[in-house]
């Protein structure tokens, strides 16, 4: 099938994406493993049976104290490393037994010695199977997805399974309501956490290593935000200026909601709803800690009021951001994949009418299917005349179409869509 994308970024190959892969396993010293051993594979059974492994990990370290930044390291890589590659472990151990399953990430995807394998899970691998040929076994993704990533991919579906086989970096946004980005690099550096400017986003930082962002003084003083490059160029797209009044229709706990903010250096007003009350609470406080709170209006009701841009940032199938959970992928059904079109056209159809003539609807979800994406915006401009698509506001090599479109193995970003409408004046 033709790929879908047509970003001018050059994708990386696949062996170097395995290469990534193996190279994080592989450089952990994995010599505190025998003292976790037990712990790890207890917790093992219920995430290979559906339970969530980010909770499971949060038990498992809360129960355990006294272990070490080794021992807890440890604990989450073979955690999170089994729950991830079962399907490949499988091939390689000829058994789904969590046992077997540690020792083959460690002997078959680390490529770690055989000796110290065994002497570090208690378990005699079995002879080596080469790696398997198709690439969901390859990269470990469940069948009930090969389908959809295929149809919105094409060719390059292995590259985007091979992708997210490997953490999303952590980035944050500078909050322009109190530092640039140059000042906030250099509080984060005297504060133990490097970093260097994102390519894309004006206000974005990758920071090296995985550092406890929330826990620096920075985080806690508001000067920034943790929020991924792609979603930083979507909130971009609303085009936000001081004087004018926004809506954030899909706002959850705010991040965009900030982002809009902070573009209109104090002058105007951000409304943002959300049916969900607690991530809006959440937002609250967070407005608050930005020195945004004068300008987010949150409301728990919309009124037929007038804005000069709305975003609909739609709940959606999050195929995009799979990267951020290493087992998210094994939980999620497919059979409900159908219910969220319905839904995010009918949050276009709200949007619309409270965008004034002139203004901006931007669209985004976090997914990289079509039917949630292409064919919702498709729908929505066949029965609204009066909106039209326009380019969205970014390099070339990040749009498809007109529509921003980021992918982690093109641009490292998660994945996003959005599309620029504007009313007729």
């Keep these: 099938m033709t790929p879908r994308t047509s970003t001018g970024t050059r994708p990386p190959s696949l062996q170097a994406l395995e290469r990534s892969a193996r190279d994080r396993l592989a450089h952990l010293d994995w010599s505190s ?5 037990r712990q790890v594979l207890e917790a093992l059974g219920p995430v290979l049976h559906g339970s969530d492994a980010h909770r499971a990990l949060t038990v498992l370290l809360r129960s355990h104290p006294s272990w070490d930044a080794s021992h807890r390291a440890v604990a989450a890589e073979a955690l999170y490393g089994v ?3 079962r399907r490949r472990l499988t091939h390689h151990a000829g058994s789904e037994s969590p046992p077997a399953l540690l ?16 002497s570090w899970t208690a378990v005699e691998p079995p002879e080596p199977r080469p790696p398997p040929d198709d690439w969901p076994t390859r990269f470990s993704w469940p069948a009930a997805l090969v389908p959809e990533l295929e149809h919105a991919l094409g060719s390059e579906a292995p590259l985007f399974a091979a992708a997210c086989n490997l953490p999303g970096p ?4 500078a909050n322009r309501l109190r530092i640039d980005r140059e000042a906030l690099a250099r509080r984060l550096e005297a504060e133990g956490a490097t970093s260097h400017p994102a390519r894309f986003a004006p206000d974005a930082l990758h920071l090296d290593g995985r550092p406890n962002v929330l826990g620096l003084a920075a985080h ?11 979603s930083q160029l979507v909130g971009m797209l609303v085009a936000a200026r001081p004087g004018q009044r926004v809506l954030d229709l899909c706002a959850g706990a705010g991040g965009k909601t900030l982002l809009l903010a902070a573009a209109l250096e104090g002058k105007g007003t951000v409304d943002a709803h959300d049916s969900d009350r607690e991530a809006l609470e959440r937002l609250r406080h967070r407005a608050e800690r930005a020195g945004a709170s004068d300008r987010v209006r949150i409301l728990q009701a919309l009124a037929d009021d007038s804005y000069d841009a709305v975003l609909v940032d739609a709940p959606c199938s999050a195929l995009g951001t799979l990267r951020r959970g290493p087992d998210v992928r094994w939980r999620l059904d497919v059979a409900t994949f159908g219910k969220w079109p319905p839904i995010q056209r009918g949050l276009l159809e709200t949007a619309a009418s409270r965008v004034r003539p002139g203004g901006r609807l931007v669209y985004a979800t976090c997914t990289i299917r079509p039917q949630e994406n292409e064919d919702v915006v498709g729908s929505f401009l066949q029965s609204h005349p009066e909106f039209r698509e326009v380019e969205a506001p970014v390099p070339a090599e990040l749009r498809r179409s007109a529509a921003l479109v980021t992918l982690p193995h093109l641009q490292g970003m998660d994945g996003f869509f959005g599309a620029v409408l504007e009313r007729r004046g």
């Design 170 to 173: 952590i980035t944050v946004r």
């Design 33 to 37: 493993l025998p003292e976790v051993r």
């Design 83 to 85: 729950a991830l590659w």
């Design 103 to 118: 020792a083959a990430l460690l002997r078959d995807v680390a490529h770690l010695p055989k000796d110290a394998v065994r």
């Design 220 to 230: 806690q003083e508001g000067l920034f935000e943790v929020q991924d490059e792609g």
